[in-house]
């Protein structure tokens, strides 16, 4: 039983150089996103008080989406720029007219292909969902939990989406004065309450302001009359009752991939969405190798120019961008209608076959079958 090829120290050489600047590429990027990403976290901290702690947890449980989706692009820019930099030094003449064969030259950058393909899968089907999903628990505690901790003085602070808290003072005990709230969770019943003063409590469900001295407003939706109660001391809780934290919907980008592909959304509409998303995430780590493939097919044929050699990075660039672009497309698609679906898994592999045939087809081909005068 014959082995494979054994690894040379050229292997080893080009394997160091593409690993080392596609952990590099990809950290350097990750790292801008994320910055850019979280500016729009930072409005806690800055306005609403919350530890630079919670800031740092809140976001880092982005970071694992943000490398599942640039980790395919930068195998190939990582690929690209490599091979190219080796050309331009001369290098890949040097090992073909020592006799490596263009699979030779190619198998370090499908190793680390296979490895960004590997880290991919590890990403979708497993680390992404659970950081989603752990993302979206801890903003649901800060929401109800914490809520607290948003209040600030003259500042009129929407705790949820149907509930807005206005607070003039706060006294060094913690006594809250001047409280205006406009609590919007029940349908029926909209109500405008203010209070002279009142202080913050930790309830079973989350934080609860102790309200002295107000008055509560609603309008009665069948008379339009403005119904008022006074009140010497009321209880608010600021935390969503109506959506306890027990009963948070999940969404289709914090479920395994079984519940995607057996879907049970609260919305029956959802269920193609939940399948082609169960399918984006086993086929996009695919597009790491097709990526690949092809900067490698752009650098490893056709003759080599010192100068004036652009036209084939750009085209390869180009046809990157056209299959991201395709990828987009057909996963709005397949959304729609599943039948679609097909379209999915060719734009993630058969790209990848069709460069990696034309590059290495010839040689792959056993003798008898190549045609005469083929390169060996």
């Not at 630079?52 to 880092?60: D, E, K």
């Not at 590890?122 to 628990?137: K, M, Q």
């Amino acid at each position: 039983m014959r082995s494979g090829p054994p690894i040379t120290r050229l292997d080893r050489y080009i394997f160091r150089q593409l690993l080392t600047a596609l952990l590099a590429v990809t950290g350097g990027l990750t790292a801008l996103i994320w910055l850019t990403q979280s500016l729009r976290f930072v409005e806690l901290v800055v306005n609403h008080g919350l530890s630079m702690g919670v800031f740092l947890r809140l976001t880092a449980l982005l970071i694992p989406s943000f490398v599942a989706v640039i980790l395919p692009i930068t195998t190939f820019v990582v690929i690209q720029f490599v091979y190219q930099r080796l050309a331009g030094d001369r290098e890949l003449t040097v090992m073909r007219a020592a006799g490596l064969s263009p699979l030779a030259l190619a198998r370090p950058a499908l190793a680390v292909a296979s490895i960004a393909v590997a880290a991919g899968f590890t990403l979708t089907l497993w680390l992404v969902p659970i950081s989603l999903a752990a993302f979206r628990d801890y903003q649901w505690e800060i929401r109800n939990r914490m809520a607290a901790f948003m209040l600030q003085e003259g500042v009129f602070t929407q705790v949820s989406d149907k509930l807005t808290v206005y607070v003039r003072s706060r006294d060094p005990d913690g006594t809250l004065r001047g409280i205006v709230v406009d609590d919007g969770r029940d349908q029926n019943a909209h109500a405008t309450i203010l209070a002279e003063r009142g202080r913050l409590l930790e309830g079973p469900s989350g934080p609860r302001v102790l309200l002295l001295n107000g008055s509560r407003q609603e309008i009665d939706r069948q008379t339009g009359r403005l119904d008022m109660l006074t009140f010497r001391q009321n209880e608010l809780d600021l935390a969503d009752s109506q959506h306890g934290e027990s009963q948070r919907v999940l969404d289709m980008s914090e479920v395994s991939l079984g519940e995607l592909l057996d879907p049970h959304p609260t919305n029956a509409l959802d269920i193609p969405k939940w399948i082609a998303e169960g399918h984006k995430r086993m086929t996009s780590p695919l597009t790491a190798l097709s990526y690949g493939s092809v900067a490698l097919l752009s650098v490893l044929t056709g003759t080599f120019r010192r100068h004036g050699g652009f036209v084939r990075p750009l085209v390869a660039v180009l046809s990157v961008v056209v299959l991201l672009a395709l990828q987009l497309a057909f996963g709005n698609l397949s959304a729609r209608d599943n039948a679609l679906l097909p379209l999915v898994w060719v734009q993630a592999i058969v790209p990848g076959l069709i460069c990696l045939w034309l590059l290495l087809g010839p040689q792959l081909m056993p003798q008898r079958l190549r045609p005469a005068g083929g390169a060996a």
